[in-house]
């Protein structure tokens, strides 16, 4: 009897231990998350000890491709010179040593100078190399300006609107392949004529920009002045010169003594009116006389 019951004792506690288990909360499944590996442990440990920039990314990490930036530099510089002929030789030596090119040369006279206008464009990395040697022993500019302007969203558009409208043509180029009718053939070419026609413009747009980009542009004035006097003009503007201060110091001279003139005209005019009168006295007597 005693044997039976131990034997049931032992069924009884060998069920309980085999049967179902309590259902485990979710903060004891989150106790028991997994450890990660080694080699995981190392990573996340490499990507805390990254520097962390102001806005907040992480060096190294996953991001979209940086577009470098774009600048078109242009300026403008005027001086005067002694001798054209000497500046406009150092210009062109610095030319050819930057690998650049002119494409405006002019000369004109104007009043009294003569003045020379070159359109330079060098090389975007050697222009202030250019600037220091095309401009060498200047030290007084009428001008000097350089703007360097960021055309780098511009340059980002033209360059995706071009990619677009080139995709955009090789799904009508696939389409035409696949028309069956003689007006699916004609609409297909009529919308790859007008697409072809906005890429190439896109295209000249994007040339043209990228070619800017490449070789910033100097405008060059310098000018040399002329005499243009002749010396006996120039004797004779003297001349007239000195006579109008001596008209104008006599007028001052003349304002000055006003009293006096008027007193000398004044006595002039009795003298006159005296004299006349004794001429008129005498020939009246002498006319009596010459009654009796």
């Not at 000890?49 to 990314?57: S, W």
């Not at 558009?157 to 699916?184: F, G, H, M, P, Q």
């Not at 297909?188 to 800017?212: C, N, P, S, V, Y």
């Not at 001596?246 to 007028?251: D, G, P, S, T």
């Amino acid at each position: 009897m005693k044997r039976l019951f131990s034997i049931s004792i032992i069924v009884l506690a060998i069920a309980g231990c085999s049967g179902p288990k309590q259902e485990e909360s979710p903060e004891a499944s989150l106790m028991k998350v997994q450890a990660p590996p080694d080699d995981q442990n190392k990573t996340m440990g490499a990507i805390d000890a990254m520097p962390v920039r102001e806005d907040g990314e992480t060096p190294g990490a996953a991001s979209g491709p940086v577009t470098e930036k774009k600048f078109i530099k242009t300026g403008r510089i005027e001086f005067e010179t002694g001798d054209a002929e000497a500046t406009r030789k150092t210009i062109m030596a610095s030319v050819r040593a930057s690998k650049a090119y002119v494409s405006r040369d002019e000369e004109e006279r104007r009043g009294d100078a003569v003045s020379y206008t070159m359109v330079v464009h060098v090389p975007a990395a050697r222009f202030e190399t250019f600037l220091a040697s095309a401009t060498a022993g200047v030290t007084d500019f009428r001008e000097k300006s350089i703007s360097n302007e960021d055309v780098t969203a511009q340059y980002v558009d033209t360059e995706s609107r071009l990619k677009t409208k080139k995709d955009i043509e090789n799904r009508y180029r696939a389409l035409l392949v696949k028309a069956n009718t003689v007006k699916e053939i004609l609409e297909i070419e009529r919308e790859l004529g007008e697409i072809r026609t906005d890429i190439e413009a896109t295209e000249a747009q994007f040339r043209q920009l990228k070619g800017d980009i490449k070789y910033s542009t100097l405008h060059i004035v310098f000018y040399k002045p002329i005499d243009t006097t002749n010396p006996f003009l120039t004797e004779l503007a003297g001349a007239f010169k000195s006579g109008v201060g001596n008209l104008r110091a006599f007028a001052v001279t003349l304002v000055a003594v006003w009293p006096f003139v008027l007193l000398a005209i004044g006595t002039v005019m009795t003298v006159k009116w005296w004299r006349k009168r004794r001429k008129a006295a005498l020939k009246k007597e002498k006319a009596e006389l010459s009654s009796e």
